[in-house]
């Protein structure tokens, strides 16, 4: 009897043991090995993103010449002053402008400088003495008598912007009696129409807040601008092709080298900053518009309608090859030499207009051009007839749509205004710092959606794995973005648009990394479907037995209190 009951206590302590190592060792070490690994996110960090207040700061100068101050209001200056404006977008965005203006008289140099016969001179001579830092702005101020500021169309130039980030300003009538402050009011209005010319406005900020806000306070102008401009990207692909539908009447040749070199190089040398590029060609023989253009008799010549455009595309694409190696988008350029039974081949417009450039773009795809060989050679040319391509005339147009396409928005200035031609660089400065803010604000609110985003997914969605790479460029991309706005603010557009650029790069990282798909197919009830047919029969025996050892001593307890009672 004492045996049997020996064995039954050896047989409780072992069925608790084997119950104890399951609960303290077992449970949590399943639990530990097949729970989804989540590194550590700045989720507070991340949640401050969701409400963006950007502060866009601008530095002005304002430079007096001689004879545009009185003694009087000379002994006043230098002096600075600060405008601040804020704009609320919506109740997640807003937006503040700091203009901070300096004001002070020219130096003897300056004073040569603008002494130049011309405006360009003097633009060029005041770029030498001193280089402007990105994203400001000078103004100088120059007497109502100087011969600098030409008439155009019979009406005076008030305002002369040049090539860098300098502008003229002829001067209003200033009474002696006034006051410097009286003065500095006067000019006020025309310094800021400079500063929304040369620096940004408020809708070209607005538009590239479009990825956060709805565009419903934009213009039509600057909606049309955004639209066709492509998104912003680390990268561009630039493809010319030449297309040959009739090799055997034509022999075409362009030298697209040395074109690239001399138009479109100096252009995306000055854009560095802001992506990288390639650039390639290709000739395509046989290659057809996919529309047949109809003939009129009244220009004898065959024509392409506005209508008719949206479907050369499709048919041209399928002949451009693929760029499967990398990621950028594509910017096609294609210079399409008619075939000589549809020659000459001229583009019309919605107003049955022919279209001057004889080309036409597409918006965030690229551009195409129609060019007419069939005037160079007699009807008894001897087949194929050699054509040399006017590569100015060609490069003029991909020019003029290329900026399109990267956000080179065009301007329109004031009345009074006089913008210098950027010339053989195809920018000029104040223009790049115009696409410097839009795609700094652009980049800064495309990163802060798709972190916010990726924040809200891997909330929602537990079984996602976060390993740490993708902590580790989450919190790159946030930092980023704090650098950003912070660099906005102090007016630093350079250091901006560069986190800006690491932000959107980080983001984009973290985002599309392919492994937070490793489990997002993989819920919980498949997990406790796999288990549950392995740990069952073990566990059903150890239940058994700690259901058997409580009754026991329930009993034991009954019997117990009986035998005291």
């Given amino acids: 009897m004492a ?8 047989g409780r302590y072992a069925a608790l043991a084997i119950a104890a190592v399951v609960i303290v060792v077992g449970i949590p070490l399943w639990w530990k090995t097949t729970q989804t690994y989540r590194a550590w996110l700045p989720f507070s960090e991340i949640s401050e993103l969701a409400t963006l207040r950007l502060q866009l700061s601008v530095d002005i100068e304002v430079v007096f010449s001689r004879g545009t101050l009185t003694p009087e209001q000379q002994k006043k200056v230098p002096l600075s002053h600060v405008n601040e404006k ?7 965005t807003g937006l503040r402008y700091k203009f901070e203006t300096k004001y002070r008289t020219a130096t003897i140099m300056e004073e040569d400088a603008l002494n130049q016969p011309s405006a360009a001179e003097a633009d060029l001579s005041l770029h030498m003495l001193t280089e402007s830092a990105c994203g400001s702005v000078v103004v100088y101020v120059i007497p109502e008598s100087s011969t600098l500021l030409p008439q155009v169309s019979s009406k005076d130039v008030n305002v002369y912007v040049g090539q860098r980030r300098t502008a003229l300003l002829r001067s209003t009538p200033i009474r002696s009696s006034w006051t410097l402050k009286e003065v500095l009011s006067s000019l006020d209005p025309q310094v800021e129409q400079i500063v929304n010319t040369m620096s940004f406005s408020h809708q070209d900020i607005i538009a590239a807040l479009s990825d956060r806000v709805r565009l419903a306070k934009v213009t039509k102008e600057s909606m049309a601008d955004s639209m066709r401009a492509i998104k ?31 138009y479109i190089q100096p252009l995306l040398n000055k854009l560095a900053p802001i992506a990288n590029f390639s650039v390639d060609s290709q000739i395509l023989y046989y290659a057809v518009l996919g529309v047949n ?35 950028n988008p594509v910017l096609n350029f294609l210079l399409y030499v008619p075939d000589s039974h549809h020659s000459p081949l001229f583009i ?39 054509i040399n391509i006017n590569m100015a005339k060609v490069m003029g147009v991909f020019l003029a749509q290329l900026r399109l396409m990267l956000g080179v928005q065009h ?26 803010w839009s795609r700094s604000v652009e980049n800064i609110a495309t990163a802060s959606t798709t972190i916010t985003s990726l924040a809200q997914l891997l909330d929602q969605i537990g079984n996602i794995v976060i390993n740490d790479n993708i902590a580790q460029q989450v919190s790159s991309a946030v930092t980023s973005l704090q650098s950003a706005v912070a660099e ?18 980080a983001s984009e990282r973290a985002f599309f990394n392919p492994s937070l798909l490793h489990l997002l197919y993989f819920p919980d009830d498949q997990k406790f479907a796999i288990y549950i047919p392995l740990f069952l029969p073990m566990c059903v025996p150890i239940v ?3 259901l058997k050892i409580v009754n026991e001593t329930r009993r034991m307890r009954a019997e117990k209190q009986a035998k005291n009672d």
């Fill in 3 to 10: 045996a049997l009951q020996l064995e039954k206590q050896r």
């Fill in 86 to 92: 804020e704009h609320e977008v919506d109740g997640k």
């Fill in 232 to 262: 912003s990207s680390p990268g561009y692909e630039i493809t010319f092709s030449l297309l040959n539908p009739d090799p055997k009447s034509h022999n075409v040749y362009w030298n697209i080298k040395g074109a690239v070199d001399s």
């Fill in 293 to 327: 253009p109809r003939f009129d008799n009244s220009v004898s010549s065959y024509t392409l309608s506005a209508d008719s455009l949206s479907h050369v595309i499709n048919p041209v694409e399928t002949r451009l090859g693929s760029n499967a190696a990398s990621s």
């Fill in 348 to 386: 019309r417009d919605r107003n049955k207009r022919e279209v001057p450039t004889n080309a036409f773009h597409s918006p965030r795809w690229g551009g195409i051009m129609v060019y007419n060989v069939n005037d160079t050679y007699g009807p008894e040319a001897q087949l194929p007839v050699d």
């Fill in 411 to 436: 301007t329109h200035p004031p009345p009074g205004f006089m913008l210098q031609s950027p010339g053989s660089a195809g920018l000029a400065d104040w223009e790049l710092d115009r696409l410097l």
């Fill in 488 to 505: 906005l603010e102090a007016g630093n557009l350079a250091f901006a648009l560069q986190y800006s650029r690491e932000a959107i790069l």
């Fill in 544 to 546: 058994l037995s700690l």
